[in-house]
């Protein structure tokens, strides 16, 4: 593991890994999920499942025991590795969610699921502390943080506490304001710089499980977006399994001219580019075409 103290130290890493980047050397890649150790050497889909009235696809869909049953049913069937809950809209200028809301769309649907498929890895999208320590309480098992931290100062020392594995995220600024904080003069070795800073705090805390999510659409224009995918085997250099979700987002449906509900095709096309550049999970609305991409990606791999 690399930590970079500088910009010089990160563009010598940088420079220097371009060279390795085609090498056959694998890092073995496992998190443990309820004491399950699941292998991340082999790419892994997470489905979402987004129990919000108002996220930009599918806000407001799931919103019954039916709905959510027959969604999370048809994701696992699908070969989704896991199920990652979302009751707080991280979509740019989103509605203020308080905590206690948060928790009452949250909780009973973690309970729900578990009731009905008790082998569910959960996974909780929140960026408050305090949700996170009751989700895992009531049987999540890994936390989903749009702000790696910078949200809530208490939350990399909760999910020490918790034994949980940590997706950090990165964005700038909040919801509401990461829109105009996208001004960036080296955007891949400022990333780089800020993932290997979290990292630290993560390892000096306890964390053993981390998984880095470079946050398209996070404070970054849509130019940036296709700069971030274009580079992203270089987040290799971080020893980490990197997630990658771009399900039906804005690079995708602004750049076709179209809307999210027909941005499917589009979504299959960067995930599969993520994928070859060493993406280990590939969080998606659409988990059948997710497995598809893995299988034939594999296979190309094997050959």
């Not at 399950?36 to 799931?62: A, C, E, H, R, W």
């Not at 990461?178 to 003069?185: F, I, K, P, T």
Request: aromatic share 8%; charged share 20%.
């Amino acid at each position: 593991m690399f930590y970079f103290t500088n910009n010089s130290l990160c563009e010598f890493f940088v420079k220097s890994f371009i060279f390795t980047t085609n090498s056959k050397t694998q890092i073995v890649m496992t998190i443990n999920c309820h004491g399950q150790l699941i292998d991340l050497t082999i790419p892994k889909v997470m489905g979402i499942l987004n129990i919000t009235p108002n996220s930009f696809y599918d806000g407001g869909t799931y919103f019954d025991e039916k709905s959510i049953l027959k969604q999370v049913k048809k994701m696992l069937e699908e070969g989704a590795t896991f199920i990652d809950i979302g009751a707080y809209s991280s979509k740019p200028k989103a509605d203020f969610v308080s905590e206690e809301e948060e928790l009452l769309r949250l909780i009973p649907v973690i309970t729900l699921v578990l009731k009905h498929f008790p082998e569910t890895l959960i996974s909780v999208d929140t960026f408050r502390s305090h949700v996170a320590k009751v989700a895992v309480e009531n049987g999540a098992c890994m936390i989903n943080d749009i702000s790696a931290g910078n949200l809530d100062p208490k939350m990399m020392e909760t999910v020490a506490n918790l034994h949980v594995p940590y997706i950090m995220m990165h964005m700038k600024g909040t919801a509401e304001t990461m829109q105009s904080l996208v001004q960036y003069e080296n955007l891949i070795k400022e990333m780089l710089l800020f993932f290997s800073e979290k990292v630290a705090q993560a390892r000096s805390l306890g964390i053993h499980d981390l998984i880095i999510d470079p946050g398209f659409g996070f404070a970054k224009t849509l130019g940036q977006n296709f700069e971030l995918l274009n580079n992203l085997e270089l987040f290799q250099i971080l020893e980490l399994p990197v997630l990658v979700g771009v399900s039906r987002k804005s690079m995708i449906y602004k750049t076709l001219n179209t809307l999210s509900e027909f941005a499917g095709n589009g979504t299959t096309v960067l995930n599969t580019i993520a994928l070859l550049k060493g993406t280990k999970i590939l969080r998606v609305h659409d988990v059948k075409e997710a497995v598809e991409c893995l299988q034939l990606t594999n296979k190309l791999r094997d050959s």
